[in-house]
């Protein structure tokens, strides 16, 4: 079966920066939409960024120029790259799968999710 397991969070100081990674099994990664998705205690949980199986890739904008989606083929893994981190983007980050080869960031309904890894940045 499909599971998907996160690690590479932690505290970082505004500034920082940590890289997540998402290793998949039970599929391989680039014949899904793939994507990282966050939380923070009392919001919605809202799309980060996504990579096509195409490796076009979206963001929200609130972290473009700072977040970077990658994923190793060979290594089924996916990666959220994240530099100059803000203590608003401290939060609950999960890896997402989506069947459907092409959605972007903001099309994304996933099929399946991982358990998530926290990041927290602090001023």
């Known amino acids: 079966q499909v599971q998907l397991v996160e690690s590479g969070g932690g505290s970082v100081q505004a500034g920082g920066s940590l890289r997540l990674s998402c290793a998949a099994s039970g599929y391989t990664i680039n014949a899904y939409s793939m994507g990282w998705f966050r939380q923070a205690p009392g919001k919605e949980r809202e799309g980060v960024a996504a990579i096509q199986i195409d490796g076009r890739t979206s963001y929200v904008n609130s972290v473009k120029g700072r977040f970077t989606i990658s994923r190793d083929n060979a290594k089924n893994t996916l990666y959220l790259q994240m530099n100059s981190l803000k203590p608003e983007d401290t939060a609950m980050y999960y890896c997402?799968?989506?069947?459907?080869?092409?959605?972007?960031?903001?099309?994304?309904?996933?099929?399946?999710w991982g358990q998530g890894t926290q990041v927290t940045v602090s001023s």
């Open positions: 997402a799968a989506d069947v459907a080869g092409y959605a972007t960031i903001a099309t994304m309904t996933p099929d399946y």
